[in-house]
Nanobody, 115 residues
Framework: QVQLVESGGGLVQPGGSLRLSCAVSGNIFRSYAMTWYRQAPGKQRELVASITDGGRTNYADFVKGRFTISRDNAKNTVYLQMNSLKPEDTAVYYC?????????WGQGTQVTVSS
């Protein structure tokens, strides 16, 4: 069973920054595609950003130019650098690992953007 643990969430003012981390158990992290999702209250979960095992990235339009996804295979960790945060970025952020037909999810970390 693969375990994912997100961290780095919190309360930040509009315009501020946060860096989320997702640590993944096991020794085949480098073979996973990794994705960040978010879910705001009353809304469906939505894809934020993804990174393939080869390092190719993809972003939702609403975060392009503000968020950056990256991975450190030596640390079994994927990151989400979030800049210029807006109140509408408030949500629980989840990471997901994917390999073949298997997906694993973390428990989520709360991000609240408010003055």
């Amino acid at each position: 069973q693969v375990q994912l643990v997100e961290s780095g969430g919190g309360l930040v003012q509009p315009g501020g920054s946060l860096r989320l981390s997702c640590a993944v158990s096991g020794n085949i992290f480098r073979s996973y595609a990794m994705t960040w999702y978010r879910q705001a209250p009353g809304k469906q979960r939505e894809l934020v950003a993804s990174i393939t095992d080869g390092g190719r990235t993809n972003y939702a339009d609403f975060v392009k130019g503000r968020f950056t996804i990256s991975r450190d295979n030596a640390k079994n960790t994927v990151y989400l650098q979030m800049n210029s945060l807006k109140p509408e970025d408030t949500a629980v952020y989840y990471c997901k690992s994917s390999r073949g037909l298997k997906d694993y999810w973390g428990q989520g970390t709360q991000v609240t953007v408010s003055s």
